[in-house]
């Protein structure tokens, strides 16, 4: 029979040393380990920043190749204002503060050090989607007089000319033509005055802008504090100044733009608007394009992107006359957050730039042009940098809104493990990740420096001055 009351034999519990000593052992543990964990914590933001944008790259790739529409990752710019640079013009070969109005070509170029943005932790996926227009079987579209929704038979591309004719064809009330579109700041542009109230891109707010002046004369400080700093509750946005119109990313024309492009205002039997060949703008024929965010990612914390020091890195010479002399010298461009990397739908990947490069009218005038778009830069296929590293490599300088941000000469920013570079194949659009150095001066070489004049040096010899970082020696 089992004694319920009975004490088991040989049975001890824990003295009160015994659990004091297991509780300091925790401690030590804790005290050793929870310094380097948090010591630690910006080393695995940056890695998970790393795999977030991996992932978004990828997807704006399949995007782009699903949709057959180019997809953008632009860049969250707040810039300097000392590092902001004019426009170049092309035909007097000079940097130029004075406006584009007139002037016969002009792109705009990027700082040499350290670019339009030093730093930014967040970006945008854009994309391109065409604007198309309902035609019924009569071939009569919506603005058009007798148009038939229920008869519909296929779409046409949305031009210049079919917004103008939908302005010709609107009563003044409701269903206004909203003009081209792009990614905006609803809250901001209602403030001023929303797309109900008129022209929409000539007040609207967009959410990212590229920050270079365009204004017509006056200095590039004077107009960048203006537009960025004072912001859209100043004489700027919500006045419609349609100079602003050139200042918004993925911009295509305001109102006041689009009816310039009709100079001659013709008609034809049925009362729509035509294209005059020899005085109307061929931009009345191109179609017009929406830019829709896909997504806005922000880094995790102590993570940032950073234009590296030097704007380019030398990759090799060459005696091109053989002649014994090199006279042929190539870079690659490490700049890349005043960028847009572009993904088109054959897969391949490659910059573009927000730049003015006017077109003209047939007879050769440029007056009423001042929107901005979007160029690709003409390089050879090759590899293209993003670097990411933590914020303690940096120098964010004074509490100013404009304060210069720099690599700080200090322990982490000499670490290869405080960055890191994700570098793409133009061609085909694959990418890798190595470790990145922020502070490694010693392994730079640019235009500045001496040694590339380098007289009757063979290319051979003049190569192991070349930037040599690890994740530049494959290609």
């Excluded at 802008?209 to 004489?235: C, E, K, M, V």
């Excluded at 002399?325 to 847009?340: A, P, R, S, V």
Aim: charged share 25%; aromatic share 14%; proline share 6%.
């Amino acid at each position: 029979m089992i004694n319920w009351g009975q004490k088991s034999v040989g049975t001890k519990g824990f003295s009160l040393i015994e659990l004091l000593v297991v509780l300091l052992i925790f401690a030590i543990l804790i005290a050793i380990t929870v310094p380097s964990f948090i010591a630690s914590r910006p080393e695995r933001n940056l890695a998970s920043a790393v795999d977030i944008f991996a992932t978004d790259f990828s997807y704006a790739r399949a995007k782009a190749q699903q949709g057959g529409t180019r997809v953008f990752i632009a860049f969250d710019m707040a810039p300097d204002e000392r590092q902001v640079e004019g426009w170049w013009d092309t035909v007097n070969d000079v940097a130029s503060n004075a406006g584009p109005s007139g002037t016969p070509s002009g792109s705009y170029i990027n700082s040499n050090n350290p670019g339009v943005s030093r730093t930014t932790n967040s970006y945008f996926v854009v994309q391109e989607r065409p604007r198309w227009i309902d035609v019924d079987a009569n071939g009569l579209k919506p603005y058009d007089t007798g148009f038939n929704p229920s008869i519909v038979t296929g779409q046409a591309p949305f031009t210049y000319l079919d917004w103008l004719n939908q302005y010709d064809a609107w009563g003044g009330t409701v269903d206004y033509p909203v003009e081209p579109l792009y990614p905006y700041d609803a809250a901001e542009t209602f403030s001023a005055a929303g797309p109900e109230d008129g022209a929409f891109n000539d007040v609207s707010t967009p959410l990212i802008f590229y920050p270079q002046n365009l204004g017509l004369g006056g200095s590039d400080t004077d107009d960048y504090n203006d537009r960025w700093i004072d912001g859209p509750n100043s004489a700027t946005w919500d006045a419609g100044d349609r100079d602003d119109q050139a200042m918004k990313v993925f911009c295509v024309a305001d109102e006041a733009e689009i009816l310039s492009f009709d100079r001659t205002v013709d008609f034809d039997p049925n009362g729509n608007r035509i294209y005059t060949h020899g005085s109307d703008s061929p931009r009345m024929k191109d179609q017009i394009l929406d830019y829709i965010i896909l997504k806005k990612v922000k880094l995790p914390e102590e993570v940032f992107f950073l234009n590296p020091w030097k704007n380019t890195y030398a990759i090799g010479w060459e005696d091109v006359d053989n002649d014994g002399t090199i006279d042929d010298f190539k870079y690659k461009d490490m700049q890349f957050l005043q960028y847009l990397i572009t993904f088109s739908p054959n897969g391949e990947v490659y910059k573009s730039e927000w730049t003015f490069d006017p077109e003209p009218f047939p007879d050769g005038n440029y007056y009423g042009q001042s929107h901005g778009r979007i160029q690709d830069r003409q390089e050879a296929s090759g590899i293209h940098a993003i670097y990411m590293v933590i914020a303690e490599t940096m120098d964010f300088g004074s509490a100013s809104p404009t304060a210069r941000v720099m690599v700080q000469e200090n322990k982490k920013a000499n670490s290869q493990a405080a960055g890191r570079a994700f570098t793409y194949w133009t061609n085909s659009g694959k990418y890798y990740v190595d470790d990145y150095t922020p502070n490694d001066k010693t392994h730079s070489i640019d235009r500045d420096d001496p040694r590339l004049d380098l007289g009757n040096v063979s290319p051979q010899v003049a190569r192991e001055y070349a930037y040599r970082q690890d994740f530049l020696s494959k290609l």
